[in-house]
């Protein structure tokens, strides 16, 4: 059953980066309509990816319900992709690099407004960071859970090495809901971003956001492939 829960998934994850490039050239067609001095509705197109992005999110937890452990360390990612995991997903923090990279012409409110948000959204990283590490620490020695502590990474240690029949319901439902609140706080912070910037700024955002995965995700499988097909 895991194996059938893993392969569902990656063929729903091929499907999707397929849609995730269509739409990164249909964000990199708007801003360049709009740097052309073009007036270009963009709300559809972000409402679109938006939705593009929720259709993840719910297929993930469709596969989490069934086997959280596979969250933790998925075959469908290359070795270079999980490095970048953190509680299940990426960090929600890792948005504000994104945006800070991407955009040259915020506000000062705009920064302002951002770096509160940034505060939060580390405040409450710290606080599934200990979640995670209280969890972790009612199953493992103790090394393991500084590991899990300083990273929020558990995918290498006890017990998501074992048989997903081995690992106690109680445990696997907690790490569940834990997931589903990292998942909720990479959603929100993402919107709320959203809600600071401009149109044009999400635009432009969100094509810098899709240009990372998407070269992530490449340099991860030709990396694996040259190392042999190999993954951690």
């Known amino acids: 059953m895991d194996d059938v829960n893993a392969a569902s998934f990656e063929a729903f ?16 067609e708007a801003r360049q309509q709009y740097q052309e001095g073009q007036r270009v509705d963009m709300r559809p197109l972000i409402d679109r990816v938006i939705c593009h992005y ?11 319900h069934h086997n959280i452990l596979l969250v933790f360390s998925p075959p469908w990612f290359s070795s270079l992709e999980k490095s970048f995991l953190w509680v299940g997903g990426f960090k929600p923090g ?12 915020m506000t000062e409110d705009q920064k302002n407004r951002l770096s509160v948000l940034n505060q939060e959204t580390k405040m409450k990283e710290r606080s599934l960071n200990d979640e995670l590490a209280k969890l ?19 995918r290498y ?8 029949s081995s690992v106690p319901n109680s445990f696997k439902e907690k790490l569940e809901n834990l997931v589903a609140n990292a998942d909720a706080l990479r959603t929100d ?6 809600q600071i910037l401009r ?24 990396k694996d492939a040259k190392n042999g ?4």
Request: aromatic content about 8%; glycine content about 6%.
């Open 157 to 164: 240690t006890w017990p998501f090495l074992r048989p997903q």
């Open 229 to 232: 097909g190999g993954q951690e």
């Open 136 to 154: 972790q620490e009612s199953v493992a020695d103790p090394p393991l859970v500084d590991m899990a502590r300083s990273q929020g990474r558990v």
């Open 13 to 28: 994850l091929q499907g999707w980066m397929v849609r995730q490039r269509d739409f990164l050239d249909e964000l990199r």
């Open 199 to 222: 149109p044009a700024q999400i635009v432009t955002f969100m094509v810098s956001a899709a240009e990372l995965q998407v070269r992530v995700r490449s340099w991860g499988l030709d």
């Open 94 to 105: 890792l948005a504000f690099q994104v945006v800070n990279t991407a955009l040259e012409d």
């Open 54 to 64: 929720g259709q993840y999110f719910e297929e993930k937890s469709r596969i989490a």
């Open 189 to 194: 912070t993402a919107l709320s971003i959203l």
